[in-house]
């Protein structure tokens, strides 16, 4: 892929998800429900996706991620999936006390 191509679709990766977050701080309740209705899926997809490019082969080693370009596989977890499991971690920290909904962190927590 060309850095070209590869700068636009970071940028615009980027820009939905900078409009996702700032829609899902401004606009009403109502529209954050449909929002999260509709993007929640999608990103846990994406989420997914990436985390799949991860997965530790049979010896326990990322078959993505490499110290160099000469050595070998990480072992797991990788930085990708602790990013993602810090990432989870400290947006649940960040929740607001009183308005949780248990059977979401019960959720969370099977995530890692
Ligand atoms: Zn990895």
């Given amino acids: 892929m060309s850095s070209e191509v590869f700068g636009h679709l970071r940028k615009s990766l980027h820009d939905h998800l900078c409009d996702v977050t700032n829609l899902a701080s401004t606009?009403?309740?109502r529209t954050v429900a449909r929002l999260a209705r509709a993007e929640l899926p999608r990103l846990v997809t994406?989420?997914?996706?990436?985390?799949?490019?991860?997965?530790?082969?049979?010896?326990?080693?990322?078959?993505?991620?490499r110290s160099g370009p000469f050595s070998r596989r990480l072992p797991a977890p990788c930085r990708a999936y602790l990013a993602a499991h810090l990432s989870l971690a400290v947006a649940e920290d960040e929740r607001p006390t009183g308005t949780g909904d248990r059977r979401y962190t019960q959720r969370l927590h099977r995530v890692g």
């Avoid at 991860?54 to 078959?63: L, M």
């Fill in 27 to 29: 606009v009403d309740d």
């Fill in 46 to 65: 994406a989420l997914r996706a990436l985390l799949e490019e991860h997965k530790p082969d049979q010896s326990g080693r990322c078959p993505t991620c």
